[in-house]
């Protein structure tokens, strides 16, 4: 075996929880922690699933811990949000086999709704949580979590950011361990949270706090690097390797467990050095908390609480100045898009026709937001849309009548639509919730989810069929359509959102783009007929190019990324699209 | 800054693979006993973005991307690309580029302009500008898909990684697909930035 890999961090956090002799992992897909559960599958003995959300994960992990397994959930920083509830009661009942939740996190928002920082939720949780700093600490820092779950009777979070989740970096690699058998054992005054029970758990939490206190002293998780004495710095996970690219020289506390904090380790340094920094992305987790111990720090006021870090902002900070890239030349930007041959671009440029509030919902079809379509009005979170549905409705005065939509898709509804729907419907609300079935999790890459008819381990699974599920939950009028059929899309749309009735529409065509969906020809564009109206260009296709001069400049169609799903063809007026070329 | 680490920059549009392109390399790196770093931002760049990927090697890497301004080598497989990371490349630089061009929408749809002058821009801030017809070389070599690979070729010659090596990791990545017209693409890539 070559032991000395290059690993991204991903890949390297599914490596240490196969050193560590992990057996169960489930997660829910979501940017940058999807690879995780994408590379623990090529373990033998690991058994993992995509959840239909990130709660149902982390209670397959918990149950999994509790029957004696080691188990882990993974998931990105707002999936957390969804998993808290849990989160916080397996906090006071501990674990069987350890547990670790891996919250990956994204500074800079390259793929989220925002950027919450999830370090407040070890502290919230009150668990211990370690920060990795490239991929080699990504893999030694799981398995030590796992031992730091079972030693302490916790569950542990593993925080990360896109930076160590998508950095590449050298790993020495190791052989696996088989941890010690356990099995599940009853015990109904740790396990059943009870408020009896719970309110003694509590009192074993707050032990366990001071017992990780005491434990954060000392262990190698946390190590003083001595420099310079004129400048001391405090820092955790990415931060360390620009800090350590920005100042060479400094004395450095590196934090490899950032929650609870070293009290004593931390005065002792600060006492060492003669100016004390701390450095950390997001929020001041450490730096509040530092404060609060009566030492004299500096933090956000020299490095900024927005966006990531990298060497150049965090050197001008220590020397009290503000780092800002120049601005790019000005160039034409190439956005992302919606792909040649995607089946939500003739839903969404038909829809545009109804002129109605649009809820949007977490996935590709976000991009419709974007200029030509700009054809969704809000985005929240995962699953949002439908009671943002509902309550426009209830708040809309009686003389407007636009009609108002939710929009999500296949896997955003059963991660978190469902529920919605099932309000529509209890509460009589007269929406129509629009589920876009392109039979993939697409964003994130493409994941199978309960509607593919597979799992994460490649096995045939039954096939969630959406529209008996919402026929089943009380929808009495739902309509399945081919998006690539612009018509039959405008008569079930204008339908559905006449009935007075909850209602849903699904578009139903796999994405072509993972679903390597068969192509047909491009279509011909007769230079006679196209008077270069520029109609065809507001559905934004890639594949719609306009030919070179001035003025009116006609249609061309660029063979090489057309995918012939003929929507232009439908939305010309001329005849210009048809035939072949 | 950290003196013993060179940078890398590779850029260019989703789809031509620059992700490919940057583990190969990172391959050869780590195989040439260097501390290697990469990284990128997966996700939305799939979807027709714009895409780079920072890669650094030397004795010891800290942060695994780029300080702004401090490449050594931009690797641009898409010419208007090379003007958008320009600015990232240290002064006296060097900028191999690719002549292919790839219209944005906004271009193809008439709204907007491809630049012009693109290799004068270069030439005027870099201290090597390195031109590459990767895609006709890729095409000679027997495969358009080869174009990542041309331009490592092209790469390799800056770079110190023995020949073996080189063709030992792309044999092991493109074992079952297109191994004949990369090594062949891989080939021309070098001539080319050789002869420039």
Known sequence: MKTTVLL?????????????????????????????????????????????????????????????????????HVGVNVAADPLLTVAYTGVGGGLVLLSADD??????????????????????????????????????????????????????????????????LSLPKTPQPRKFERNLQKNVMIPAYGMKRHVVVEERTARLKEFAETTDLNSVEWGDRAVGVITSGISYEYVKEALPDASILKLGITWPLPEGLIQNFAKGVEKLYVVEELDPFLEDQIKAMGIDVTGKERFPIIGELNPKIVAAGFKGESFTAPAPPELPARPPVLCPGCPHRGFFYTLNKLKAVVTGDIGCYTLSVLPPLEAIDTCVCMGASIGNAMGMKRAMPGDDDRPVVAVLGDSTFIHSGITGLIDAVYNNTPVTICILDNSITAMTGGQDNPSTGKTLMGEDAPALNLAALCRAVG???????????????????????????????????????????????????????????????KLGCPAIETEEGEGRRKARINPDLCTGCNVCTQVCRLGAFGGTE | MERSVTNIRLAGVGGQGIIVASEVLCEALLGSRFDVKKSEVHGMAQRGGTVN????????????????????????????????????????????????????????????????GIEETLRARAGRVICIDALSLAREAGSIRSVNV??????????????????????????????????KAFQMGYQAARKD
């Open chain 1, 8 to 76: 991204s961090g991903n890949q390297a956090i599914a490596r240490g929880a196969y050193e560590s002799g992990v057996r169960v992992a489930a997660g829910y897909p979501g940017t940058p922690s999807t690879e995780v559960l994408e590379n623990i599958i090529n373990y033998q003995g690991v058994y993992a699933e995509w959840a239909p959300n990130e709660k149902v994960a982390l209670e397959v992990a918990i149950g999994a811990s509790l029957g004696g397994a080691r188990a882990l959930a993974t998931m990105k």
């Open chain 1, 107 to 172: 500074p800079g928002m390259h793929s989220s709704q925002n950027e919450q920082d999830n370090r407040h939720y070890a502290r919230f949780a009150k668990i211990p949580m370690l920060e990795p700093s490239d991929s080699q600490e990504a893999k030694d820092f799981t398995i030590r979590a796992f031992e730091l779950s079972e030693t302490f009777d916790t569950p542990v979070l593993l925080r990360t950011t896109t930076r160590v989740n998508h950095g590449k970096s050298v790993v020495q």
């Open chain 1, 475 to 537: 929808v009495q009028d739902v309509l399945t359509v081919d998006p690539y059929n612009l018509d039959a899309t405008e008569k079930a749309l204008r339908y559905a959102t006449g009935t007075g009735k909850p209602s849903v529409v699904i578009t139903s065509r796999p994405c072509l783009l993972i679903k390597k969906a068969k192509r047909s020809a491009a279509p011909a564009v007769d230079k006679e007929k196209c008077t270069g109206c520029g109609l065809c260009l």
């Open chain 2, 53 to 116: 990927s920072d890669v650094r090697f030397g004795e010891r890497v800290y942060s695994p991307t780029i300080p702004h301004g401090d490449a050594h080598i931009l690797l641009a497989f898409e010419q208007m690309e090379s003007l958008r990371y320009l600015p990232s490349l240290k002064a006296g630089g060097t900028v191999i580029v690719n002549r292919q061009r790839i219209l944005p929408g906004a271009v193809s749809s008439g709204k907007a302009v491809y630049p012009g």
């Open chain 2, 150 to 183: 041309c331009l490592l070729g092209a790469l390799s010659a800056m770079l110190p990684i023995e020949e073996e090596l080189w063709q030992s990791v792309i044999t092991q990545r493109f074992k079952n697909k297109g191994l004949e017209a990369n090594l």
